[in-house]
């Protein structure tokens, strides 16, 4: 279990793997809303990253999901924010 925050209002996320091994789910510990990501969400920003700069909310308009990959992504690739521009890269 990773916790992570989102960006702007600095709200805590809690991502695990989903227990059918597939994909991940991110928990709001305050409300305990929940939601799912898919391995094919990740693998497909993966790729987008790899040709360049991703704007924020292009992921994804949820912020638990858009943060939730980039948690993930950020296990494997050095993953770089950029909040004048709003973009996610790899460096």
Do not use: C, F, N, W
């Amino acid at each position: 279990m990773t916790s992570l925050e989102s960006r702007h209002q600095k709200r805590p996320y809690l991502i695990e793997r989903h227990s059918s091994g597939k994909g991940y789910v991110v928990t709001r510990p305050g409300t305990g809303s929940t939601v799912k990501i898919s391995e094919r969400l990740i693998a497909t920003t993966s790729a987008r990253l790899a040709l360049g700069p991703v704007q924020y909310r292009s992921v994804s308009s949820t912020v638990a999901v858009e943060r939730g990959v980039m948690a993930v992504l950020a296990e494997t690739l050095a993953i770089v924010h950029d909040d004048v521009e709003r973009t996610y890269a790899i460096t």
